[in-house]
């Protein structure tokens, strides 16, 4: 099974950048999308092979949302977590499978000057334990954009951005939390590497000088490490500021 997670930062946008050609190419059995930055009646194509389509749009219009579409039919779906901050904002979507909880997240980002930080830490707390609530159930794989870059190879200059949202010392501890409680950050079980990132700057020409962040992470219950086969970040795929990564398992 492979699941794709992108943040597209804007579905319309991405609609006209070779996005139907690459999930055609790619052909993952579900994919899990964050920043739409629309609802789906603003959407003219909607990926005609996928038969399941769930979307948690923002209030907002134009910001925000995330997507899940699958060629299997969840057993059931939810939207927003219960989380209360953020619950407007279409942050959320799960959908449970036989083997598994999947949670798609847009973590939120605590913005320039850290205006955000505090409401981001309790977002962190709630989702964490939202987590470990569908947990108890079953394992769970969380994938998205969760905002932050967990350890100094996760980005290109970290001593530049201790100070910044997501790198500061709570985002990073936020993210060591789930590690520290059974939670697996898949990509690093393949790859230890500096210098694999998965957003960019549209600034100062940062992508071809891979002047990057990896922020974009599938996570996974420790249940599921025997099932995971592999997880890459699609670097070579344009289309957004940020490039797909991808789990593959199997069950």
């Not at 009646?41 to 219009?61: G, R």
């Amino acid at each position: 099974m492979k699941i794709i997670s992108w943040n597209v930062n804007g579905i319309r946008a991405v609609m006209k950048k070779g996005f139907p050609d690459f999930v055609k190419k790619y052909d993952p059995e579900i994919l899990c999308l964050q920043e739409t930055k629309a609802h789906p009646d603003q959407v003219d194509e909607l990926l005609h092979d996928y038969e399941h389509h769930f979307w948690n749009s923002a209030d907002k219009k134009g910001y925000s949302g995330t997507a899940i579409f699958s060629k299997i039919k969840p057993l059931n779906v939810s939207y927003g977590g219960g989380i209360d901050v953020g619950d407007t904002e279409g942050r959320i979507v799960t959908a449970e499978f036989d083997d598994f909880f999947l949670v798609n997240v847009y973590t939120p980002n605590s913005k320039r000057g850290l205006a955000r930080l505090d409401y981001r830490q309790e977002w962190d707390k709630l989702f964490f334990n939202y987590l470990k609530e569908l947990e108890k159930s079953k394992p769970v794989i969380t994938c998205g954009d969760l905002n932050v870059a967990h350890t100094e190879i996760d980005l290109a200059r970290p001593k530049n951005n201790t100070k910044n949202a997501g790198f500061t010392p709570q985002e990073r501890a936020g993210f060591q939390k789930y590690l520290d409680n059974g939670f697996l950050d898949t990509f690093r079980i393949f790859n230890q590497d500096p210098e694999n990132y998965t957003w960019w700057s549209y600034m100062f020409n940062a992508r071809a000088k891979n002047l990057g962040w990896r922020i974009d992470y599938f996570l996974t219950s420790e249940k599921l490490k025997k099932n995971i086969i592999s997880a890459e970040i699609l670097k070579d795929v344009m289309g957004s500021d940020h490039c797909p990564v991808t789990l593959n398992l199997k069950f």
